[in-house]
């Protein structure tokens, strides 16, 4: 396995679909072997109900030039993440890169509810699940990336710091679950620094998710055709652009420099020169502020 990543060993957590099977992927392309987790197999789905699987993940992983190894998790399971932690310790000796990707909120959230009127189970199981499982997968898994210098951890959310911090995020359940992923990388940058590893927060713009593209109708082959009902969906990334955004930070040698930050996928591809599979760079953030929430009309020019 050839790449800048070659030797290093990562666990995407919560790795199915999305963001986590482009981080996956581009981890691989760059020669990682990736521990992919989710609760959806071939032989079981989650109530997610859909189609990706783990095991689909890995044979992608695979393909791109790493190794790819799906292990069925469920993170809420303290002690499934713990036997999976030793199960790389076990066959690996160390671990690299971790990446907090687990979510599992979209059928939980009601837009623009508050949250007197929102489903209180809904709003409670969507903290448990984007956040608790966040920190019982570090509580298990950090020890064995403090075994070797260099560790890299990234907290995958949904907006930047300075822009959730200035603009309400659909409900209070959905606004305090992106924050609080952006306040545990900070934390964890704190507690991770001074023993040799570095901890980031990073957000896609506008993620083109096998879900976001069921729901405007489209393929990643001909997404442009939701332009005309979304046009705004024109500032719109691929989850392998989020992928290299963390294959760049698990490469870069001085990446401590971003410790406790949050960062974007548009603002590492300026960084770190890399592009999008379309060759573009989307830069979602600063359009979603100058553009869209400006009520400008949809123009990517300059932005991607």
Excluded: C
């Excluded at 659909?170 to 609080?180: C, H, R």
């Amino acid at each position: 396995m050839a790449g800048p990543s070659a030797g290093k060993v990562a666990l995407v957590a919560g790795a199915t679909r999305g963001a986590g099977r482009g981080i996956a992927v581009e981890l691989g392309a760059a020669g990682a072997t990736v521990y992919v987790t989710g609760r959806t197999t071939r032989a079981r789905r989650s109530e997610y109900d859909r189609p990706e699987t783990i095991e689909d993940t890995a044979d992608l992983v695979t393909a791109a030039g790493g190794r790819g190894i799906a292990v069925p998790v469920d993170h809420l399971d303290h002690g499934a993440v713990r036997d999976l932690v030793r199960r790389i310790a076990d066959e690996q000796g160390r671990l690299d890169v971790l990446v907090n990707d687990i979510w599992g909120g979209e059928k939980l959230f009601q837009w623009d509810t508050p949250v007197w009127e929102h489903d209180l189970d809904n709003g409670l199981r969507l903290l448990r699940l984007a956040v608790e499982t966040h920190a019982v997968t570090s509580h298990h898994a950090l020890p064995l990336l403090l075994r070797h210098p260099g560790g890299l951890v990234v907290e995958v959310t949904d907006g930047t710091a300075d822009y959730n911090r200035d603009t309400y995020r659909v409900n209070l359940f959905y606004d305090l679950a992106k924050m609080s992923v952006l306040r545990m990388a900070f934390a964890l940058g704190h507690e991770l620094g001074p023993r040799g590893a570095t901890a980031v927060a990073l957000t896609p713009g506008w993620m083109r998710s096998e879900i976001m593209l069921d729901a405007f109708g489209v393929r990643e082959d001909n997404w442009r055709d939701a332009l005309a009902e979304v046009p705004h969906f024109a500032i719109s990334e691929s989850p392998r652009f989020t992928g290299r955004a963390v294959a760049a930070l698990a490469a870069d040698p001085d990446v401590a420099r971003f410790n406790g930050l949050s960062l974007s996928s548009g603002g590492l591809a300026r960084e770190y020169g890399f592009t999008d599979l379309d060759g573009s760079r989307p830069d979602a953030w600063r359009y979603l502020t100058e553009v869209q929430d400006a009520g400008r009309p949809a123009d990517v020019t300059g932005y991607r």
